[in-house]
């Protein structure tokens, strides 16, 4: 049966703009933005099997052009609308944070640094640059590591912080095997990049590491 031959509330497409994009699954998400199906399948139920095969929406969403493309109903096309879609999203995420202080909305800098960095599959290392009033002046990747660990060195982010004239940093890094428990090398590495941004008197808040769930803050743990 065809998606319009269903009953109106149980469209997806009807249900979003009823209820909300909330209210619905991640087939019926994923349907919408397939729009059709395929011989035999509804754009639903292709959104069921390519859920399945991926093993979930973060892994299709995550999947490289290779990967995404060997899957039936799909290929660079979609591939390219979904990267835009993205994309845009970490946009969104990224006005929200200029608009406020870092500190005031603390979930909406969790929800961008997941956007930026949950998906990366070695270590990456980054900063958000805070003015005075700790309003973002600017997201910076500054280092890539391999699948289990990144070189970072000081000198490279003070350099960056008197680039951007901070007046506060918030340092971010994540861990590829979705574990956001902090190591002693990380703890370590935080109280040598706080000592070194001292000096030139910019204050690090916090430090989170970006894991399969929220951020870990090691300022909430007493870590910092």
């Known amino acids: ?109 969790r929800d961008y640094l997941k956007a930026r960095l949950r998906h990366e599959h070695h270590e990456v290392f980054a900063c958000l640059f805070l003015d005075a009033k700790h309003r973002v002046l600017a997201f910076e990747v500054l280092f890539h590591g391999t699948i289990d660990g990144a070189s970072v060195y000081p000198r490279q982010v003070v ?4 680039a951007h004239n901070a007046a506060a940093l918030i340092l971010t890094h994540n861990h590829p095997s979705g574990v956001a428990e902090p190591s002693q090398a990380d703890r370590h590495l935080t109280q040598r990049l706080k000592e070194a941004l001292a000096l030139i008197d910019v204050r690090v808040l916090d430090h989170f590491i970006v894991g399969d769930g929220e951020p870990l803050s090691l300022a909430e743990h007493g870590w910092l």
Do not use: C, Y
Request: glycine share 8%.
């Open 1 to 109: 049966m065809s998606i319009r031959d269903w009953p109106a509330a149980e469209r997806p497409r009807e249900k979003l703009l009823n209820q909300g994009a909330a209210a619905l699954t991640d087939a019926e998400l994923l349907a919408i933005f397939l729009r059709t199906g395929v011989s035999g399948q509804s754009a639903v139920d292709l959104a069921r099997h390519l859920l399945n095969d991926f093993g979930g929406l973060r892994q299709l969403m995550e999947a490289d052009l290779k990967g995404f493309s060997r899957h039936l109903g799909l290929g660079p096309a979609k591939f390219a609308q979904l990267q835009a879609v993205l994309e845009m999203a970490r946009r969104h995420l990224a006005e929200r944070i200029r608009r406020d202080s870092a500190l005031e909305s603390p979930q909406a800098v």
């Open 159 to 162: 350099k960056r912080a008197l």
